[in-house]
């Protein structure tokens, strides 16, 4: 798109943006750097060009303006010689800390967590998508309300709805977005209604969900074990809607759904909001795991995955961690003159170390380039046949083995 909506009101063509962010004790270089890459990645996302990166060590946020005042001085002098449309901070900021830095900076500031309210607001495609984004915003928005809704009292009736005798604005601003709040939150009711009938109409089937950081693969492996097309990106939160199809691997039938990527500091509202579009993960079966082993913090990101499935009580569920991208993984550590028997080992060593780790339940593929997903289907198949024969023992009859099948009927 030529022109990305970043905020209200504001139409943006290519605006370009500096990157603020305090560096906690103990954040190492090579941390910061990949915080500041994934920003960076965001900002790119919501089509927002970066210039520069401001950092500070601080052992936490200044109460007032977020870093120190010498280093917002660096900041406004460096974005009034550049012409800065955007300063986008690493945080989710208080409204005093937005006010303070906007009256000092004469910028618009955005925090992390409205920058990816926007990416899903810009993303969203479904009914439920949209009311679960537009939900997290006003929850978002409520507290930093400044003569912000004026733009909702059409929605009210047009002119002379606006307060009543000495009512300030912002107390009128405030009861419209709280009642749209209530509408939105029972239309997702009804929508979660609607959802849950549906997914007792499945009947008896055992249900697997993708699971995983933003950006590792989740929709690409979905193409390749459903064999049907799902819209799949080398963006951010490409997809924000879940997807369920029904495979049958052999003999076996399931039920296989991709959900919303992951994030670190994934703002609240959207975890609340989003719940219901995660009730395929909270109801699944089993998880595929999926990580980009290629990526430098991929022990982080598998981190965040974990706790986010722990708030969701997913934590005791069966997983299987799904290594993607081997490909790039190699490309990042080998070149042409590492000796293949260094290789081997070095692959090998790497398997071992996350085959222990993981009690036997992962393996390492490349869904872009279909390596192992023959092994992978393989050992979905043998856990969702183990589920169905103990939970429906009177469906055995499904399944049969065709590699057995073949041996019988004087296969190879």
Known sequence: MA???????????QETAVLVAVVPTGQSDEQTTEYLDELEFLSLTAGVQTLKRFTQ????????SYVGKGKLEEVKTY???KGVDLIIIDDEISPSQQRNIEAILKKKVLDRSMLILEIFSDRAQTVQAKTQVELARLQYMLPRLKGMWTHLERQRGGTGTRGGSGEKEIETDRRMAEKKITSLKDKLKEIDKQNEVRRKNRGEMIRVALVGYTNVGKSTLMNLLAKEQVFAENKLFATLDTTVRKVTFETVPFLLSDTVGFIRKLPTHLIESFKSTLDEAIEADILLHVVDISHPAFNDQMNVVNTILQELNCGDKPVIVVFNKMDLY????????TPLEVKKNILQDLRDSWMARTHDNCIFISAAH???TAELRHLLFEKVKKLYLERYPFKAGWFVDYRDQLTEEGGE
């Open 79 to 81: 974005v009034e010689a």
């Open 57 to 64: 060590k601080m052992s936490h946020p200044d109460n007032k």
């Open 330 to 337: 190699e490309q990042k550590n080998f070149d042409e003159f």
């Open 370 to 372: 279909n390596r192992n």
């Open 3 to 13: 022109e990305k909506k970043i905020h209200d009101n504001l139409n943006f063509k």
